[in-house]
């Protein structure tokens, strides 16, 4: 970009644009893990449950989704400087109406609304990333800054947010996120001048009505995944109505965009192979990812693990992570075959699942799960870009933002369908094991009786005879229940490393036995 084009002041020294466009990207990616910094904590300040957390989340994935619908036509209407100054503005008075109010309703309905101001804010940040980076393949290179980002962000966020959650309280817990935008705006007023990027183009035409269609669907799926076995799924009128609505405003969204003459989203791109076989690895990863949340639990409802505690234990992850991310960079660059990389990926995450497994013990300590974690961050970390990339190689350049879409799209379906899949697991073998370790307790054994005199010895100091069995036999039942929930785990992390070994063959093996079953069927070849 020349002289007299170029969006940056003359004065910007050119080593410092790119850190700088770097760390303008980071705070939009703080209100996508803004409420799950601390579960427990904003579940109860807001008086909610951690189901309605959840949804909070996939309100704001589903307006994500939404946004890069229309993000493009809006980022090239204005001016950068302008747009930066004002979807920040937009996202800082948003923050500032969150802290003010506790009423549940009201935060899902800012949530939407910061949702499409959050990928509005942080995707304009990728092409500036790109201009930046003086590389043949800038565009793998930013991305693998933007998803670096995405997957240690949640941890980042947390640990920036940590001490005003223990300190002060909720308003202050937002108040840190509105700060560091108004250091974007800064860099922004700083450095950037009034030129444009692109040609400008009009506003008219915008499907504003399919992108509610959408945003309804959306967050009526979502809606049916959370709250399903909280009410008995179908048994449920407001799951019967929502898995309606949501195949109604699916089927509004889909044919209007067969009807209408400028389609927000081109469906031609699910007849590219690398889409369709993409989003599939991607959902499963997603699926084997999603796993690692019932680690945290049990370290937080039976280990009884400070959560701040907790919140340093995952930087373990995180290193891994970026270890990862760099190595599968390399692997890309020089342009090797995604079967190699998909597979060792998938090999990482099936390896660290059968790690987990013998690490769910009462007595277990960081020493013992330090390495599984490491390892699912650098499997983590190796696929999460080169599945993005290998979904947008090979598309027309006209339908790179709808395959882009597609992966966002997944990573929306894929957080919930994985929420709700291992909330449903978890909760069927924790009944199932929790009514066999009670059927099966020897009541006669030294060392059962020697416990449950320790938890009545505890008691009988302070309370009466009757209240102090009672209190025995509540920490009695709370102590079989976690065992059950450990032996949960274990066969969860078992199932899921059979998962990943299959995942792992059939990438690896896929093309010979395709070979193989053509060639016996046309043995003359």
Not at 109 to 115: A, C, D, F, K, M
Not at 143 to 148: A, H
Request: proline share 3%.
């Amino acid at each position: 970009m020349s002289s007299n084009t170029s969006l940056y002041y003359k004065w910007v020294p050119e080593w410092i644009k790119l850190p700088l466009m770097i760390l303008a990207m980071f705070p939009h990616l703080m209100l996508m893990s803004l409420f799950h910094s601390n579960t427990t904590f904003t579940a109860s300040a807001l008086g909610i449950e951690i189901e309605d957390i959840q949804y909070f989340l996939s309100l704001t994935y589903g307006a994500i989704v939404v946004a890069l619908l229309i993000f493009q036509r809006l980022f090239a209407f204005f001016r950068v400087r302008t747009y930066i100054l004002l979807t920040c503005t937009v996202s800082i008075l948003i923050l500032l109406a969150i802290s003010l109010t506790r009423d549940p309703f009201v935060i899902a309905i800012l949530r939407v609304i910061e949702g499409v101001f959050c990928v509005l804010e942080g995707a304009c940040f990728l092409p500036l990333l790109m201009m930046q980076i003086r590389h043949s393949k800038s565009r793998t290179i930013a991305y693998f800054f933007l998803y670096t980002f995405m997957l240690t962000g949640g941890t980042i966020t947390t640990s920036l947010l940590k001490e005003s959650i223990m300190d002060y309280g909720w308003e202050d817990m937002i108040h840190v996120v509105l700060y560091w935008h108004l250091m974007v705006i800064a860099i922004a007023l700083t450095i950037l001048n009034n030129n444009r990027l692109s040609k400008k183009f009009p506003l008219y035409q915008l499907d504003l009505a399919s992108c509610l269609f959408l945003l309804l669907s959306l967050s009526c799926g979502a809606y049916v995944l959370i709250y399903g076995r909280k009410y008995y799924w179908f048994e449920h009128s407001a799951i019967t109505i929502n898995s309606a609505l949501f195949l109604i405003f699916g089927a509004l969204f889909v044919i209007k965009q067969y009807l209408v003459k400028r389609p927000l989203f081109h469906f031609e791109i699910l007849n590219y192979k690398n889409v369709i076989l993409g989003v599939i690895l991607f959902f499963l990863f997603y699926i084997i990812r999603s796993s690692l949340n019932n680690v945290y639990t049990v370290m937080a409802n039976v280990w009884k693990w400070p959560w701040h505690y907790i919140v340093d234990i995952q930087y373990i992850n995180v290193l891994g992570t970026v270890l990862g991310v760099a190595s599968s960079g390399i692997l890309l660059l020089r342009d090797v075959s995604p079967k190699y990389i998909f597979g060792l990926g998938f090999l990482l995450l099936t390896i660290s699942c059968f790690l987990f497994v013998p690490t769910f013990y009462p007595d277990s300590s960081i020493g013992v799960i330090d390495l599984p974690l490491f390892i699912q961050g650098i499997g983590q970390g190796w696929l999460f870009t080169p599945l993005v990339i290998y979904i947008l190689t090979g598309v027309a350049p006209h339908h790179s933002g709808n395959a882009g879409l597609m992966g966002t799209t997944v990573r929306f379906w894929s957080t919930n369908v994985g929420f709700a899949l291992f909330q449903n697991i978890s909760y069927s073998l924790n009944q199932k094991h929790f009514i066999q370790l009670q059927q099966n307790l020897n009541t006669s054994n030294p060392i059962v009786i020697s416990y449950w005199n320790s938890l009545l010895g505890k008691h009988l100091g302070t309370s009466s005879d009757q209240l102090a069995s009672n209190l025995a036999n509540k920490g009695f039942q709370a102590t079989i229940s976690q065992q059950a929930s450990l032996i949960s785990n274990m066969e969860i992390f078992a199932y899921l490393g059979i998962l990943g070994t299959a995942i792992t063959l059939i990438i690896f093996l896929f093309a010979p036995a395709k070979a193989f079953f053509m060639r016996l069927r046309m043995p003359y070849l």
